[in-house]
């Protein structure tokens, strides 16, 4: 009787486990879920967060199901089937909106993976196995393991043009998801090899879902956040850096050999003046696409106000400073621009100097805007490199110089 009694009091004591356990993996669920839905509102995006919702809180009703149906709730075959259904419908839903939230984009083609479901059901009932408590656990613990490593991939593959640091986190939670459900296979199959029981297993398991829901609103967080640093960083009308960021790359004091280039679209007060400031701004991204698209990776180039742009080129000597000028002023004296069938001819003229020995910066600017006022008494459509011989008789310059805020004369 003794015997009988403790073992009547060691399964109830499972089962309040178990139910506890299950309790906390539907509510983990719906708590990511919420959470997801509450962020795609607040964004006023999608970005795939409904969808990762979405399937979140399909996993819930499933665990849900499947447990009513374990008090035998439901028919056996039914609950079984569905069960297992809204399991792998779940599991393909999230993998398209973590498609969606790690490349920014939806793609159509993604849609294709909901025939995997379609599919495994279709096996499912045309062979009945998961009405065998052992082939249905399995099939579903291989089958979300395998997704957890296509969620990983995922993850990882869109980090060379969005490096965001909660990709990794985020990456490491559904790899240490796919290793607890390979776990969970283990304990089904052998379970006097596996060092763990199931319900053991439950609560990392539980814990990788909260670590999955909480990298991805710090993923999207950190998204939101570098696209406003961008938006502060780029000029609206050429798309190109702007003044504000390229005084944020410049060092008090450049290193010998350093080059400063400042860069003059000639008479474009002209340009605006009788063809009217559409013309000019057509103009202006015109200039701005093509010196950009000729930059190395290094080089800090950007927009500093008006028809002015501003190039900063590190390590370079002056010879090699001198070609990679000209190479721009060839490059848009070449340009086409057409305008209300007008053709506009364009040409800049570029002031340049190299960075000397214990040279601070404000000096360097000061050297390449006078080698600009000289490119300009010199007839434009030219560059000039900084001639400290001639600085004398060249107009005074202020200090610092004038031209971050505000044009040379056209």
């Known amino acids: 009787m003794r015997m009988a009694y403790r073992t009547a009091i060691a399964w109830d004591d499972f089962l309040l486990e178990l139910a506890t356990v299950l309790l906390l993996h539907k509510s983990s669920l719906l708590i990511g879920g919420a959470c997801f839905l509450y962020v795609r509102f607040q964004s006023g995006k999608s970005e795939g967060l409904g969808l990762m919702a979405m399937s979140f809180i399909l996993l819930a009703i499933g665990s849900t199901i499947?447990?009513?149906?374990?008090r035998q709730a439901f028919p056996l075959y039914a609950w079984t089937l569905s069960t297992f259904s809204l399991g792998q419908l779940a599991y393909s839903l999230f993998w398209i909106g973590l498609r969606r939230l790690s490349s920014g984009t939806p793609r159509r083609r993604d849609w294709l993976v909901l025939v995997y479901p379609a599919v495994l059901s279709a096996v499912a009932v045309l062979t009945d196995f998961h009405l065998v408590n052992l082939y249905r656990a399995v099939v579903f613990q291989s089958s979300a393991g395998l997704f957890m490593l296509a969620y990983a991939h995922t993850a990882i593959h869109d980090c060379r043009k969005e490096r965001l640091p909660a990709r990794y986190p985020l990456a490491a939670s559904f790899g240490i998801s796919a290793l607890l459900h390979a776990l969970v296979i283990v304990s089904l199959i052998a379970p006097e090899r596996?060092?763990?029981d199931i319900a053991d297993i439950f609560f990392p398991m539980i814990l990788s879902q909260f670590a999955v829901a909480l990298f991805a609103l710090i993923f999207v967080k950190e998204r939101a956040e570098a696209r406003l640093t961008a938006l502060l960083q780029t000029d609206p009308l050429t798309q190109i850096r702007n003044r504000h960021w390229f005084f944020q790359q410049l060092r008090p004091a450049p290193s010998i050999g350093d080059a400063f280039v400042i860069i003059d679209i000639d008479h474009f007060k002209r340009v605006n003046d009788t063809l009217g400031h559409a013309a000019g701004d057509e103009v202006l991204v015109r200039v701005a696409a093509e010196m950009s698209g000729r930059l190395q990776k290094q080089d800090a180039f950007a927009r500093l106000g008006g028809e002015e742009f501003g190039l900063y080129l590190p390590a370079r000597h002056g010879r090699s400073a001198q070609a990679v000028a000209e190479a721009l002023r060839d490059a848009v004296q070449s340009l086409e621009i057409n305008h209300a069938d007008a053709r506009i001819p364009v040409t800049i003229s570029a002031g340049l100097a190299t960075?000397?020995?214990?040279?601070?910066?404000?000096?360097?600017?000061?050297?390449?805007?006078?080698?600009?006022?000289?490119?300009?008494?010199?007839g434009r459509n030219r560059v000039e490199q900084f001639d400290p011989d001639q600085a004398m008789t060249l107009p005074t310059v202020t200090d610092p110089p004038s031209f971050p805020a505000v044009g040379h004369a056209a």
Do not use: C, I, N, V
């Open 355 to 378: 960075a000397t020995p214990g040279q601070p910066m404000k000096d360097l600017m000061r050297a390449a805007d006078m080698a600009l006022y000289q490119a300009k008494r010199h």
């Open 66 to 70: 499947a447990g009513q149906g374990e």
């Open 194 to 196: 596996s060092p763990f």
